[in-house]
């Protein structure tokens, strides 16, 4: 899988990620995500993007203690608010007021 995410934060600032197979990235306002958003409507640690051979999945929330933990604001894909969703090319991540 060749995927790469397109992100543009609440305050403006858009960047692209490409996304490597077998791996998880952490979403989130903390420093010690993969993929950091400026914006105060993100928690700290609020979903995990799971890159996959052939697909990728975004899952609202993290994991602690073996539990998912999910997030107050949710996670909107398409505007459609999701637990857990199998991305297709061209679909809109909304987390806060970032856009992914």
Same mark, same amino acid.
């Given at each position: 899988?060749? $995927?790469? /995410?397109?992100?543009?934060?609440? %305050? ?6 490409? #996304?490597?197979?077998?791996? *998880? ?21 609020? $979903?995990? /993007?799971?890159?996959?051979?052939? %697909? ?6 993290? #994991?602690?203690?073996?539990? *998912? ?32």
């Amino acid at each position: 899988m060749n $995927a790469i /995410l397109k992100i543009t934060d609440a %305050s403006g600032r858009s960047w692209e990620v490409n #996304l490597l197979p077998d791996t *998880i990235y952490n979403i989130g306002r903390a420093k010690e995500n993969d993929i950091v958003l400026n914006d105060r409507r993100v928690s700290r640690r609020h $979903a995990h /993007l799971v890159a996959e051979a052939s %697909s990728c999945k975004i899952i609202d929330g993290y #994991l602690e203690n073996g539990e *998912i933990q999910r997030s107050v604001n949710r996670v909107f894909v398409n505007n459609v608010p999701q637990f857990e969703k199998t991305l297709e090319q061209g679909d809109r991540i909304i987390i806060g007021e970032s856009n992914l």
